[in-house]
Nanobody, 125 residues
Framework: QVDLVESGGGSVQAGGSLRLSCRAS????????LAWFRQVPGKGREGVGG???????IYADSVKGRFTISRDNDKNTLSLQMNNLKREDTAMYYC???????????????????WGQGTQVTVSS
């Protein structure tokens, strides 16, 4: 079993930056996708981006050029650096893991079987 714990959320003004972290504990499979999703009340979860076990990274179009995903294998930590934040980035952000494949499909949240508890990001103008 793998547990995911997010941290780093908070409030920031538009144009500012935040860095989210997701620490994984437990048995980490050799093939995986670790991803970030976000959700606002009344809407479904949106894939933000992910990194697979080969190190390939994908991003949603809405965050390309502003968000950066990275991982520290030694610390079992996934990070999301968010720059030039916009009001529409306000959401609960979740870390998730898919151990069923070695590539990321962030448009299909149902394939992600392990989720963190979420961390809130609020961007004000």
């Amino acid at each position: 079993q793998v547990d995911l714990v997010e941290s780093g959320g908070g409030s920031v003004q538009a144009g500012g930056s935040l860095r989210l972290s997701c620490r994984a504990s437990g048995y980490i499979h050799s093939t995986y996708c670790l991803a970030w999703f976000r959700q606002v009340p009344g809407k479904g979860r949106e894939g933000v981006g992910g990194i697979d076990s080969a190190g390939r990274i994908i991003y949603a179009d809405s965050v390309k050029g502003r968000f950066t995903i990275s991982r520290d294998n030694d610390k079992n930590t996934l990070s999301l650096q968010m720059n030039n934040l916009k009001r529409e980035d306000t959401a609960m952000y979740y870390c998730a893991a898919d151990f069923g494949r070695d590539y990321c499909v962030i448009s299909a949240q149902d394939i992600f079987t392990t989720w963190g508890q979420g961390t809130q990001v609020t961007v004000s103008s």
